[in-house]
């Protein structure tokens, strides 16, 4: 599964981008944001508050109790603020 | 005719608005936002997720589209590092009448503010820091969907 | 700044758009309205009401500087022989947000239609008609008096 | 006083401006218009349809039955239609 992170969520992770092969107890966006937290400090740190971070499956906006299924990409990030 | 660009060259504004020409239009209403220096703002960068930024934006010009019958729609966002005066972003809509073009213009700076994945930060001096997400933005973006008056 | 012309000369928008830089501004809005060449229209002539027409114009201006805290506003009203695709009317407005400039745009425009001494003919290849005001622009015009939602 | 004509008020008067004198009794817009009705036929078609009459006192639109007071510019037009 390909992860991309944006904006503070990247800077605190310090990557953009990584592959990761979680267990398959990790079936919503929401169990991937805590199994991510225990991967590095960096990812602790940017796993901290889920209630702050936004996520998407395969280039789509999605809640965070979204199911994973077959997803290539997710990513994680803050709310947006374009425009 | 839809047109969607993300690039982190200056918006060229008279580019832009002669290209919004279009046969039987009655109306052309354009927004544009550019980088404030209130607050003691010197700089914006702005960061985008390529690919989901450009299909947010056609999905945003397909909608208004269809729900204004628009002859054309031109978003154009800028990505990269700004400073203030800059300009943050282009929405151009063409009908055939005004109130379609005026609505269709303020709905897609509305919701490209909360659909579509884009992330500033800010710099005063030496500080740097993420912009928080607006509630009055979702505000905004959510009153279209509310019964009209 | 307020800045208003009735003119002859076909409206330049890149001198117009340029023209909107203000410092401290967010956000820049902008409608043009366009002679539409549905129905066979082949032509339009634009009168008005010298002396009068500007006076309205600021009026207008004035009104929604204050309405709205805007930072500029442009309004250009094209009179004489007209052609189907050439733009009557540009308006832009400057505020520090957007949806002041949003706002006080759509507001000008209603209120141009109904407020300031115009007034359009129509030729259709040999046949001239006065064009009648619509129920439709006066209704447009009140609703801003209306409360808001 | 001086009058002016707009669009098809205009053409039928034909003429865009004159000055006239009405008499005493002529106190309001409505009172010139039926007036001016009795000058010429020209004048007569123009103000035949007094409801599809607008008008200006010294450049600032009045409804039909403001006094004229001391008027010096009254313009009568049809309904606007700039923009």
């Given at each position: 599964m390909e992860l991309l992170y944006f904006a503070w969520v990247r800077e605190r992770i310090g990557t953009g981008q990584e592959q990761v092969d979680p267990?398959?107890?990790?079936?919503s966006v929401a169990d991937l944001i805590a199994w991510l937290a225990t991967l590095s400090p960096g990812h602790a740190e940017a796993m901290r508050e889920p209630e702050r971070l936004r996520a998407a499956i395969d280039q789509k906006f999605v809640p965070l109790d979204a199911p994973l299924g077959a997803a290539r990409e997710v990513a994680l990030f803050p709310p947006v603020t374009g425009g | 005719m839809i047109r969607v660009s993300v690039d982190s060259a200056p918006i060229e504004l008279a580019v832009e608005v002669a290209a919004l020409d279009e046969p039987g239009a009655g109306g052309v209403a354009t927004f544009t936002g550019l980088v404030r220096a209130d607050d003691g703002v010197t700089g914006l960068e702005l960061e985008h997720y390529p690919g989901m930024t450009e299909q947010a934006l056609i999905a945003l010009a397909e909608t208004a589209t269809e729900r204004w019958s628009l002859l054309g729609v031109t978003m154009v966002h800028r990505v990269g590092a700004m400073e203030p005066g800059d300009r943050i972003v282009f929405i151009g809509t063409v009908a055939q009448h005004r109130r379609e073009a005026l609505d269709a213009c303020a709905w897609l700076i509305d919701r490209l503010k909360t659909d579509a994945p884009f992330w500033k930060r800010e710099t005063r001096g030496e500080t740097a820091s993420w912009v928080e997400a607006r509630a009055s933005d979702a505000a905004a973006a959510a009153r279209w969907d509310a019964p009209r008056g």
């Open positions: 267990p398959e107890t990790v079936r | -």
